[in-house]
């Protein structure tokens, strides 16, 4: 989702919760970009306290320190005001992702790997492949291959010493890969992934990948976890084949940490919050963000000064968490 600013002399700019929209004769409303089946969920209004086939759930974990939303889209109809895929989304925000250490993030850490073995059942003993999506050259897009740096595979010493030798030492069947992206390949991750699926046979997938949101405060401090599979470069407008149980043949679960939010986004928030607190007519608001929201802000992303130190740290926190999701010893 982006928005579109054409032929300013026939266009109408609309303010609401839902984002800042730009509509014109013949041209689709557009919405603020995002990732997050939470924010989507948000974007309704207050009043609108029920969407069919929406099913909303809330809870909180460490003394109220940890947020987790789990939002069901149950049917296409769901789906349509969503728009998003049928499927379970949950959703997991702390600012302990930042800022907590010693036992807090540890509790944080064993708290997403609770939701994340709800999201897989009893596939836990399963072979799993796991795909640490994005490009490691751009800092804000590199969680996804850091992740496997610091993962612990397995699929190798099942082949080597057999069944009994991973029984023994409580191991779980691992693999994992960083194929890249396709400017980097000239190959379709899904294409990648089908081919490896195909060959090693695994039971699960899990994509790990960089997201958008819509919103500054929950950059680095949230983690989304579906089992509806992942379209990688969606959130940054640059959608690519999507990874999912019909594209690649086995269920695909996402795990995803948002870590850009589109810049028009935070200057049409910014410049609404302070105009209406400065008095201004709803009229002046939409007239003054119509001169500074231009085309130039479209394909703008927005990241955090310190993102090369939360991804680094992120992307071992994942690590840490899919290594105590599928092998039972801790010490790895």
Known sequence: MKIII???????????KSGIRLQEEGIVVTEKRTDLALEARESFPRNNVEIQGVVLEKKKCLGGQVKVTTVIIRDDAGSRAMKKPKGTYITIESHLMLDGDGEERDSLLLCISEQLEKMIHGMKQKSVL???????????????????????????????????????????????IAPGVMAQTGIETEELLQGIVKKTKPDLVIVVDALAARSVKRLCTTVQITDTGIAPGAGVGNRRKELSKKSLGVPVVAIGVPTVVDAATIIGDHLEHVLEK??????????FIWEILTVDTENVMVTPKNIDESVNQI??????????????????
Do not use: W
């Not at 400065?278 to 007239?287: A, F, V």
């Open 130 to 176: 796991i795909v640490g999506l994005g490009n490691r050259e751009v800092t804000s897009d590199s969680l996804g291959p850091k992740m496997t740096d610091t993962l612990f595979v397995t699929r190798h010493l099942k082949q080597e010493f057999g069944n009994s030798f991973m029984e023994e030492n409580q191991y779980g069947c691992v693999s994992a």
């Open 6 to 16: 054409k032929k300013r002399e026939t266009a109408t700019l609309f303010l609401s």
């Open 315 to 332: 992307s071992g926190d994942l690590a840490k968490v899919l290594n105590h999701c599928f092998q039972k010893r801790d010490n790895c």
């Open 278 to 287: 400065q008095g201004y007519s709803e009229e002046e608001i939409e007239k």
